[in-house]
């Protein structure tokens, strides 16, 4: 079976421009959660949507939101790029409702602001 | 606010040389922890998942414990290809939205030298 996949896989943007980064999930996942990366750090929460709803939000601003497909794939946008949101962005998906909700993460997204 | 602080930062060891990195975590109420693997420029790969103080899981040369407030991954003769970054994350129980978040510590760099 495919594992988490992501769009596109890197990718260059300018001060103030937005992007639009791309998750499909496992198939049978109906969860899919965003995190930011940055280098040397642990991945940091930004969304978690089921079933096309949000579940969880983390410590980010507006400028970033994100949505769920009828398909459970997700975008996430980020809107007024700033040098800071340099980083790997990571998807992952979940067999949400279960006891074991392992969250399996997909290759990131590496986004460079310059 | 969740918590998680990963020592050492980096550990060097020798092949054959075993050791243990530590995850101590501070949560409202710990629905999971999990441990990762990431090789750089890669999405985190998942390893186990624990529940309870006294749980422990294996899989090949590493094992993971767990108890009320920390956890240990014991690496047993390591080889050059278990060279990577260890992340530790814990999951806090949310019944009330739903929201099954990961809050991440910064990882273990570790590296074995042949």
């Known amino acids: 079976d495919a594992g988490v996949t992501q769009s596109p896989t890197h990718l260059i943007k300018t001060r103030g421009q937005h992007v639009t980064l791309r998750c499909s999930p496992i198939s049978g996942h109906k969860s899919v959660s965003w995190y930011q990366q940055v280098l040397g750090q642990g991945p940091q929460f930004i969304f978690q949507y089921y079933e096309k709803e949000e579940r969880g939000r983390g410590n980010f601003p507006d400028r970033f939101s994100a949505r769920q497909f009828p398909n459970y794939s997700s975008e996430l946008n980020v809107n007024a790029l700033l040098l800071g949101d340099s980083a790997l962005y990571l998807c992952a998906s979940s067999h949400a409702g279960t006891r074991q909700e392992t969250q399996y993460f997909g290759p990131g997204t590496r986004l460079l602001v310059l | 606010e969740d918590q998680v602080t990963q020592s050492p930062e980096a550990l060097r060891l020798q092949e054959g040389e075993s050791s243990s990195l530590n995850c101590s975590y501070t949560v409202s109420g710990l629905r999971g922890l999990f441990w990762y693997r990431q090789d750089p420029g890669k999405g985190p790969e998942f390893l186990f998942t624990l529940y309870s103080a006294g749980e422990e899981k294996e899989k090949e040369r590493l094992k993971a414990t767990l108890t009320k407030k920390e956890s240990f991954l014991h690496i047993t003769a390591p080889k050059p290809e278990d060279s990577a970054t260890y992340l530790c994350?814990?999951?806090?129980?949310?019944?009330?939205?739903?929201?099954?978040?990961?809050?991440f510590g910064s990882g273990t760099r570790l590296q074995v030298q042949p």
């Open positions: 994350a814990v999951q806090a129980t949310a019944m009330d939205t739903g929201r099954r978040a990961l809050t």
